[in-house]
């Protein structure tokens, strides 16, 4: 068998073409953009011309490492897909760019994961797994020496519980499938399983063999760095340390802003998560509700079980008439699908805001450009 | 216990034949990229426009006939493309069908509706709705895979790169994907030599743990490697005047039978999409 990862079979997360919905491709492509332009800009300045050839040859060698099979207990073997050691070697920012690039080059050419869902399975294994190796690789070693031998077991667990919880995120986004995508008969569209049975099936294989792989090849990677060459995992302290003793970037224009315009970008996506919460929220209704024999049943119970009043309220239905939204229910008339009409809302909706600030910024830069010409 | 000895001594081997594997397709699809067929005959952004919008319409179609109907002209495109459909069963039908045939599997039984086969011990029954959802998701998978290899195979890796530029990839990620293909088969035969001359160097059996020991200090070696390797072919390529800047030659033309080819591949596309919404 050519493909690499195959002989794995259901302990692989690489899902494939048709199992996502496009609204879930989309929105998964959507939320790894901003991390990718994050990873790239940072790892950009750090390296600077350095960039093109290592991010080459790093996302080369996580290309090659997905190929080995390592050993585990018990007699199987798996196959690791590398993110622990590369979050822990080069520092969770290029291993998302190095990781991404190489399964890029797996589902292009291998076609191992598919083009559609390329996004979702970057999202997981890349992005998702960079940082939690990161984050547990840090807190397990602590301020250890490079060569302590926890260091080590922090690689380990780092690669461990980063497959794991990009495991758990593959999981997610198959078992959500079904939920919101069924055909006129019921029948589900895309991934058949709901999440009661898509976690437990994944977590199983990869709590145990995928995992483990993982574990050994982070765990192993450093073990031996540490006995043949400490400066390679000292480098990304000192590539810290470097970027700490840098002149501190212009704290004003879009290099300062970058962050909050990506955090809205990311907030702007996740809108349509209203949809999922049950009932309706507290306070928040209509007029018309107050005659809706459903809706009093909910109000009644989320109001402490008291009955609202059995008419609607008179000054509630007369404001009620003064304004309607262009957009009401988040959903302008013409867009059938709910989450989408959120996105688009929360687009339409930060764009106003934006506007009129800078209207009032524009406004009071006029009047401040005129200044200094009229005191010379 | 022996079966699992069996399994550890085969680890080594397995590795191997997963490098041999993989450099004997890529081998393969340069030659098959040399070969006078309709696809290998199109400019490759031609490829790419025409080929990329029916890989995503074939995974996300929610009619059967449709994906069924996009097979068809997948093979067909194969054919006329002298792609092998032997090559292309084993390759690709075959590994997409182990992977998605064992998830789809269970939806058979599992999904409500109209029993139409019951098991003979198990007492579960197969449901018309079951086998229609496994059937689909199965089909829509080998068809996007069936695009995606048949654009790659047609096309060389480095035309396909710079043909990427009209998706408007920005240079540097051409260029990286590129480098990044290009030392994919360095640190591969580095490996495949390392673990030749580890096989070579042992007699007898290794247990589990030394197996993995080996296996881990050869990552180890290859990300050594790969670093020192980044910074040598970072001073060759400053010393040959590069600054950080990346340009690459446009040398592609459209004749009119890119246009033409264009032209029904957009029209199947549009037809597809239309009916498979």
């Known amino acids: 068998m050519i493909w690499p990862a195959y002989d794995v ?93 190489a399964l890029l080059i797996q589902a292009v050419f291998f076609g191992d994961g598919g083009i559609t869902t390329l996004g979702a399975n970057c999202f997981n ?45 593959a999981a997610c986004e198959l078992g959500i499938q079904p939920l919101f995508f069924r055909d006129a008969s019921g029948a589900p569209l895309y991934a058949p399983y709901a999440l009661h049975i898509a976690i437990p099936a994944m977590m199983l294989g990869h709590l145990t063999f995928a995992g483990l792989a993982e574990l050994f090849v982070s765990g192993g990677v450093v073990a031996y760095l540490q006995r043949t060459n400490p400066a390679l995992l000292g480098q990304r302290s000192s590539a810290r340390t470097d970027e700490a003793a840098r002149p501190p970037a212009a704290t004003t224009g879009w290099r300062a802003t970058r962050p909050l315009w990506i955090r809205l970008a990311l907030l702007m996506l996740l809108t349509p998560l209203g949809i999922l919460a049950a009932g309706t929220a507290w306070g928040e209704w209509g007029a018309r509700d107050f ?83 009229t005191s010379a | 216990m022996t079966r699992g000895r069996e399994n550890l001594r085969g680890v080594v081997e397995r590795t191997l034949a997963s490098f041999v594997d993989a450099l004997e397709h890529a081998f393969y699809a340069e030659e098959l990229a040399k070969e006078n067929g309709v696809l290998q005959k199109l400019d490759p952004r031609v490829k790419i426009v025409a080929i990329l919008p029916l890989i995503l319409i074939a995974a996300l179609a929610r009619r059967l006939w449709v ?82 290899v048949l654009l790659v195979l047609c096309t060389p890796w480095s035309s396909l790169l710079k043909a990427l530029r009209v998706l408007r ?77 990346v340009y690459v030659l446009d040398e592609f033309r459209t004749g009119w039978f890119d246009w033409v080819m264009l032209a029904v591949f957009v029209t199947v596309a549009i037809l597809a999409f239309w009916f498979g919404r």
């Open chain 1, 291 to 373: 005659s809706d024999p459903q809706m009093r049943q909910q109000i009644t119970a989320a109001s402490g079980n008291i009955a609202p009043p059995s008419q609607q309220p008179r000054g509630l239905a007369r404001l009620s008439s003064l304004w309607s939204a262009p957009f009401p229910q988040y959903a302008p008339p013409f867009v059938r699908r709910p989450a989408f009409g959120y996105v688009m809302s929360a687009v339409f909706g930060s764009g106003l805001i934006l506007g009129f600030f800078l209207l009032i910024v524009w406004m009071a830069g006029g009047r401040e450009a005129e200044a200094p010409t």
């Open chain 2, 169 to 245: 990839l920005p240079i540097v990620l051409v260029v990286i994907l590129g480098m990044t293909y290009r030392y994919i088969f360095l640190l591969l035969r580095n490996a495949h030599d390392m673990f030749k001359s580890r096989k070579s160097r042992t007699v007898g059996r290794l247990d589990g743990r030394e197996q993995r020991r080996a296996a881990t200090a050869s990552a180890g070696v290859l990300i050594s490697k790969t670093q020192q390797l980044s910074g040598e072919v970072y001073l060759a390529m400053r010393s040959r005047g590069f600054q950080g800047e």
């Open chain 2, 67 to 148: 994906v069924a109907a996009l097979f068809v002209i997948a093979v067909a495109v194969a054919m006329l493309s002298k792609v092998p459909l032997r090559m292309l069963a084993k390759r690709v039908w075959l590994s997409v069908l182990t992977f998605t045939g064992l998830i789809s599997l269970p939806a058979l039984f599992l999904t409500p509706g109209q029993a139409i086969y019951t098991l003979p011990f198990f007492g579960r029954s197969v449901t018309a709705q079951g086998l229609r959802i496994g059937v689909c998701l199965i089909m829509r998978a080998e068809t996007a895979a069936t695009f995606s």
């Open chain 1, 9 to 101: 079979g259901l302990l692989r997360m690489h899902i494939p073409d048709g199992y996502l919905s496009p609204s879930t491709c989309a929105v998964l492509y959507g939320t790894a953009i901003p991390f990718w332009y994050v990873a790239f800009a940072r790892v950009k300045r750090l390296l600077n011309t350095r960039l093109v050839p290592l991010l080459a040859m790093v996302s080369a060698f996580c290309f090659v490492i997905m190929m080995f099979n390592v050993p585990l207990p018990g007699g199987t073997t798996g196959h690791a897909v590398g993110v622990g050691a590369a979050t822990v070697v080069l520092g969770p920012w290029a291993s998302m760019l190095a990781v991404s690039i």
């Open chain 1, 125 to 169: 294994m890349a992005i998702v797994g960079s940082i939690v190796a990161h984050l547990v690789y840090r807190a397990a070693a602590g301020r250890t020496a490079i060569t302590s031998s926890r260091r080590v077991l922090a690689a380990g667990l780092a690669g461990y519980a980063a497959i794991n919880v990009a495991a758990l995120f």
